[in-house]
């Protein structure tokens, strides 16, 4: 009767899951999500109120609990010596550059992100343990395991993929000693291969580009990068500069020193254009994801070399690239490729866990995934219940009717948002959480943006799609359960939903599932039997720089706030 409660600790995006006796995922979710609060930097994942409920509810009084941390013994422990050397005190801060450095971000917010992973370190567990003694009257904590950042990442790509045997790239910001590492999964156990060194990384490369494009990587706006870089033009002179901050060598990346790198830095930024505002510079953006595919391209040909096999798990934050992703099969070997619902460090939560769980029981094997990413909160349908009082245009309908209901309001061109189950782990909508419309018109992209998203125009919208109609709707189709990949779309098929056919042609889908999502695939279904397209447009339940919703009030606050025209939460049905 032993639950483990993984912590994924660094100071962006924490995390908790919380692990079964047998390895189960029974709860898994993003602070960000509990907390209203974009990416929760420096934020504990396990605060005191969260955690007293969740243990309430799923574990019982009396059990041993184990916590497990995504971040190893030895680095956590070289981190004490930096704090107790005064590296983290502000004064050492205040003395460090503010200039680029050779890991592509200032040497001072270098060290004060590194200040921030030995803060998030020394109070994990905390909230646990006064959360036990407020759930349970006791806390019957066994003890607290570290693992590795990089381990961690493996560890739920490898064990929630659905392969037994596959090689494994973990590519991110930064981990213990560098920013890559190689796994070979082998009969359902992991093996450490390769591990990278150096400050440098592919992660801090593409924030730096961020930032020089116009953009925010501190905001998380890397994602603007991916859907402007199509509306960009190859940029020769751009590309050459780009280059100067990193080589190959044969399967080796090497990245450019310090004086390079402020040299690119400051000369990139004098050929920005004046007049970009908040759109952004699209030739940038092109050449940065460019220059990204090159450097990855490097770490796939060493990972084949080191692991030969037709099967690839993706994991870190450089795998939430999902135009890059859609290219990765086919090549090097690799036939089928798994990326996680969570591939950055929220994913870790998981990992860690599973780590803990396969070290205390030696013969467990995870059992064989996809896993589900419908591991989050619930939402109460009470305020609902109570504003039936006075709200002539709620009403309670049959479960079974839900689907057809929606799928006609859909069909009749309307923005519909969509709350169901149990919510998302990972930073993307897959139908439990989400804004739908009709991908038909040609103008609902804009609608959608003016009336509830408020984003920049050039962001593309996903289509979620019936899987068993992929083959005709994309090339080369691939299975992408977590709207992690783009596809190209069929030429002949593009302008029956441009709302949701992105400049390149592309489409970030994803495959749904009666196995999956009953609900989700049964509303796809019946827009398919009404208008003779298997297509919706999803887009997560959030306006621009906030998170994914949490709650029926949130859901509620953005219906009246917002262009909405229907909302739809479990059973209910909400018009305007």
């Not at 924490?14 to 692990?19: E, S």
């Not at 939560?349 to 396969?358: D, E, F, N, R, V």
């Not at 709207?483 to 949701?500: D, I, Y």
Request: net charge negative.
């Amino acid at each position: 009767m032993t639950y483990t409660i993984g912590l994924a600790t660094t100071f962006h995006d924490p995390a908790l899951a919380i692990i079964g006796p047998d390895g189960a995922v029974l709860f898994a979710e993003a602070a960000e999500r509990y907390l209203q609060y974009k990416r929760a930097p420096n934020c504990e994942p396990d605060t005191v109120a969260r955690m007293e409920g969740l243990l309430k509810r799923h574990i019982p009084p009396g059990a041993e609990i184990r916590i497990a941390t995504s971040w190893g013994e030895a680095f956590t422990g070289f981190l004490d010596q930096m704090a107790r050397a005064g590296s983290f005190t502000l004064d050492a801060l205040r003395g460090l550059s503010p200039e680029l450095n050779r890991s592509l971000v200032p040497e001072r917010t270098e060290r004060a992100l590194i200040a921030s992973l030995h803060h998030a370190q020394q109070r994990a567990g905390l909230g646990i343990l006064l959360g036990l003694d407020r759930a349970h009257g006791k806390a019957n904590i066994t003890g607290i395991d570290r693992h590795g950042h990089h381990l961690s990442h493996a560890a739920y790509g490898c064990w929630s993929s659905p392969f037994g045997d596959a090689a494994c790239l973990v590519v991110d910001g930064m981990g213990e000693t560098g920013a890559s590492a190689i796994f070979a999964l082998e009969d359902g156990q992991m093996r450490e291969v390769k591990r990278h060194r150096g400050r440098e990384s592919i992660g801090f490369f593409y924030g730096l580009v961020t930032d020089l494009a116009g953009f925010d990587q501190s905001k998380g706006e890397e994602w603007k990068i991916m859907g402007l870089a199509p509306y960009g033009k190859a940029n020769p002179k751009l590309m050459a500069l780009l280059r100067r901050l990193y080589r190959t060598e044969g399967h080796k990346l090497r990245f450019a020193d310090a004086e390079t790198v402020r040299e690119v830095a400051a000369e990139i930024g004098a050929h920005r254009p004046a007049d970009i505002g908040d759109q952004g510079w699209a030739d940038l953006a092109r050449c940065g994801q460019d220059a990204f595919a090159e450097m990855m391209e490097a770490l796939l040909a060493e990972t084949a070399a080191l692991v030969p096999s037709e099967n690839l798990v993706v994991a870190g934050g450089c795998a939430l690239n999902s135009s890059f992703n859609g290219k990765i099969a086919g090549r090097h070997g690799f036939k089928s490729v798994f990326v996680p619902s969570a591939p950055a460090d929220d994913g870790n939560a998981i990992g860690a866990a599973w780590l803990s769980h396969a070290g205390a029981n030696p013969g467990w094997r995870a059992p064989k995934g996809p896993l589900t990413p419908y591991l989050g909160s619930s939402v109460s349908t009470e305020p609902l219940e109570r504003m039936q009082a006075w709200e002539p245009r709620l009403q309670k309908l049959p479960p079974d009717q839900i689907p057809l209901a929606t799928a006609e309001l859909l069909a009749q061109g309307k923005l519909v948002g969509w709350v169901q189950g149990r919510a998302e782990f990972g930073p993307r909508a897959l139908g439990n959480r989400s804004i739908l419309a009709d991908p038909r018109p040609l103008d609902a992209k804009d609608i959608l943006n003016a009336k509830v998203k408020y984003r920049e125009a050039f962001r593309p919208f996903a289509p979620s799609i019936l899987a068993e109609h992929g083959p005709d709707w994309f090339e080369d189709y691939q299975d992408a359960p977590y709207m992690e990949r783009t596809l190209t779309w069929k030429e002949a098929v593009r302008h029956r939903v441009p709302a949701v056919v992105h400049a390149d042609g592309t489409g970030r889908l994803q495959s749904v599932t009666p196995e999956r999502n009953p609900r989700y695939h049964a509303l796809i279904a019946a827009f398919h039997a009404l208008t003779g397209v298997p297509v919706i447009l999803n887009t997560s339940f959030n306006i621009m720089g906030k998170p994914i919703l949490h709650t029926t009030e949130d859901a509620i606050l953005m219906f009246y706030t917002s262009g909405l025209d229907a909302l739809v939460v479990e059973d209910w049905l909400l018009v305007k």
